[in-house]
Nanobody, 125 residues
Framework: QVQLIESGGGSVQAGDSLRLSCAAS????????MGWFRQAPGKEREFVSG????????NYADSVKERFIISRGSNTNTVNLQMNSLKPEDTAVYYC??????????????????WGQGTQVTVSS
């Protein structure tokens, strides 16, 4: 049973930066595509960014392009999200998710089979 554990959330001012990390526990020899989603109060969960299994292809929501950077960590099945120039509208619970093994990330939550508990990001103006 895989477990995804996010870290790095917090409360910041607009314009600040935060770095989220996600680590997958559990024994596996596969390398998975990974993604980040977020959910603000009263809104549906939305795609933020994804990365394919070898880190060669990344995807971003239009709202975070040029501000957020996704990367794979040094350990297998870890992923980071560097968030720069944060805005109040970035306030949400951020979730890490596991995609297909040796595959590409997806914009759709249904394509991810495991999810973390979420980490709160709050950006004040």
């Amino acid at each position: 049973q895989v477990q995804l554990i996010e870290s790095g959330g917090g409360s910041v001012q607009a314009g600040d930066s935060l770095r989220l990390s996600c680590a997958a526990s559990g024994r596996t020899s596969n390398i998975y595509a990974m993604g980040w989603f977020r959910q603000a109060p009263g809104k549906e969960r939305e795609f933020v960014s994804g990365i394919n299994w070898n880190g060669g292809i990344t995807n971003y929501a239009d709202s975070v392009k040029e501000r957020f950077i996704i990367s794979r960590g040094s350990n297998t099945n870890t992923v980071n999200l560097q968030m720069n120039s944060l805005k109040p509208e970035d306030t949400a619970v951020y979730y890490c998710a596991r995609g297909p093994p040796y595959g590409s990330s997806s914009y759709f939550a249904r394509d991810y089979d495991s999810w973390g508990q979420g980490t709160q990001v709050t950006v004040s103006s």
